[in-house]
T-cell receptor
Framework: AQKVTQAQTEISVVEKEDVTLDCVYE???????LFWYKQPPSGELVFLIR??????QNEISGRYSWNFQKSTSSFNFTITASQVVDSAVYFC???????????????FGQGTTLQVKP | GAGVSQSPRYKVAKRGQDVALRCDPI?????LFWYQQALGQGPEFLTY????????KSGLPSDRFFAERPEGSVSTLKIQRTQQEDSAVYLC????????????????FGEGSWLTVV
């Protein structure tokens, strides 16, 4: 079965601390994509990153970095030197490639609420 | 605007009332999705359109939920005889949907329609 687990419900840090958000996924497919979205209080889901299952290279974008490890089915997200504006709910999501039935729909985790205090 | 637009942003409906939620996807996007997000949960897939064709409606929770996209652009999600358990944020999303492997398309979300059934 396809599933995404974000075990951390809420995380609270002080500004400038580094923080890692965990994501573990389950899938039967060998081809799939993983995503991270940010949801600020306004409600819109903001796309952060997409990775495919064949590319395990870690990625860094400014203060954001992602660690993809197929061996542990994890796709963790680290924010370096956190800022108050990083406060939001963060979702990890999975999309599977299943041939003709593939629609690209996303399966989301429960989300992790990150609070960054000044 | 350039993003996915949804209306109304907020809707309070009396139990038993019918509601209609509108979604304007990003211009040129072939794929359109509806998701339901209950308070404190991750979004859950409702239905998917490719142009005007509704290819997947496996996530619709009951026959009171109906979605359409008659001209392949704007979509409407209709909920008949609303119940309290329908209270949620309804997110619309779109993607180019041009890649053969649709699972790799980045999906862009609107701010959602917040429905409260009283």
């Amino acid at each position: 079965a396809q599933k995404v687990t974000q075990a951390q419900t809420e995380i609270s840090v002080v500004e400038k601390e580094d923080v890692t958000l965990d994501c573990v996924y389950e899938t039967r497919d060998t081809t799939y994509y993983l995503f991270w979205y940010k949801q600020p209080p306004s409600g819109e889901l903001v796309f952060l990153i997409r990775r495919n299952s064949f590319d395990e290279q870690n990625e860094i974008s400014g203060r954001y970095s992602w660690n993809f490890q197929k061996s542990t089915s994890s796709f963790n997200f680290t924010i370096t030197a956190s800022q108050v504006v990083d406060s939001a709910v963060y979702f990890c999501a999975l999309s599977e490639a299943r041939g003709s039935s593939n629609t690209g729909k996303l399966i989301f985790g429960q989300g992790t609420t990150l609070q960054v205090k000044p | 605007g350039a993003g996915v637009s949804q209306s109304p942003r907020y809707k309070v409906a009396k139990r038993g009332q019918d509601v209609a939620l509108r979604c304007d996807p990003i211009s040129g996007h072939v794929s359109l999705f509806w998701y339901q997000q209950a308070l404190g949960q991750g979004p859950e897939f409702l239905t998917y359109f490719q142009n005007e064709a509704q290819l997947d409606k496996s996530g619709l929770p009951s026959d009171r939920f109906f979605a359409e996209r008659p001209e392949g652009s704007v979509s409407t999600l209709k909920i008949q005889r609303t119940q309290q358990e329908d209270s949620a944020v309804y997110l619309c999303a779109s993607s180019l949907g041009l890649r053969q492997d649709l699972s790799g398309n980045t999906i862009y979300f609107g701010e959602g329609s917040w429905l409260t059934v009283v």
